[in-house]
């Protein structure tokens, strides 16, 4: 088993709608999270955090779940500029070693 | 401010050449990480230094592969010889500190053939 799973998707929206994308992850000594953005033959760039409480950013919103060992991020409003592939990453701890999800492609069409 | 600089930003090569990548971190960056991205195996960490000593070079995938970091402004990583499944992006990153973000360079793609 992986230890970051993602639906590669693709998942085609239209402009204007909502969607989620989850991540499982199978250490439940995991310690820190984080969505990363990747746009088409670039590197990947931070997105944001997750935290245990949730947390929001503008139209963005990450979950973490660690009884289910799962995270999620919910885009609202999706725009054009939005498509991209969506990385999953956690630390395990002890370092910075981050793990990375293979990523979940977004198409925002008009 | 730059950022994390890689190169070159494209590599062909043959089978069995040498093949070095380069990277300049982020000045004042003391964490430095080299990945590898495929289409089927996502990004793979494989290794990582810290204050120029590396920590964990246990995704490194063999004897072929070799990683240096001799200052804080410059690391190299070298696969010798070359194989055509070493074809991929390989990125650097640095961090500071316990700052788990990492910023990223632009990635060399590398193909073998």
Redesign the interface.
Known sequence: RKEVEQDPGPFNVPEGATVAFNCTYSNSASQ?F?WYRQDCR?????LM?VYSSGNEDGRFTAQLNRASQYISLLIRDSKLSDSATY?CVV?RGG?????????TQLKVEL | DAGVIQSPRHEVTEMGQEVTLRCKPISGHNSLFWYRQTMMRGLELLIYFNNNVPIDDSGMPEDRFSAKMPNASFSTLKIQPSEPRDSAVYFCASSWGSNEKLFFGSGTQLSVL
């Not at chain 1, 670039?42 to 931070?46: S, T």
């Not at chain 1, 370092?95 to 990523?103: A, P, Q, S, V």
């Open positions: 820190s984080f670039k590197e990947p760039k931070l955090s990385l630390n370092g910075n070693k981050l793990t990375f999800g293979t990523g």
